[in-house]
């Protein structure tokens, strides 16, 4: 598989529900996550997209970093959050690298509503 740098912008327009985000940082937290669950990455998200709505991140955190939609509520644990403002956050905020990993074949209208 080849690596291809995208901005977020492009990011967001190609991902579809069921595809992960990955991030990785250098923070003695982030090492801490890594080592604990011997992974490259220390955060996952799963994307979110349904018809006219932005994108968005279904992941836990255990900050409150950004209000919940589902709820309304900054909280901690397994949270939905605007795709685009919880990759800012990751980013800017906590200096995490992104990456997205798409899914494989299709996935229907069917799929999705199931």
Known sequence: MTAVSIALDEALDVTRTGDVWLFRGHTAADR????????????????????????L???????RSLPDLW????????????????????GLRYGQRAWLRQLDGGVTREMEDA
């Open 32 to 55: 801490a996550i890594q080592v604990a669950t011997n992974s490259p990455v220390n955060h996952v998200g799963m994307s979110v997209v349904i018809d006219d709505l932005p994108a």
């Open 57 to 63: 991140m279904w992941h836990a955190e255990l900050g």
């Open 71 to 90: 709820s309304g509520r900054r909280q901690r644990g397994v949270q939905l959050h605007d795709l685009r403002g919880a990759a800012m956050t990751w």
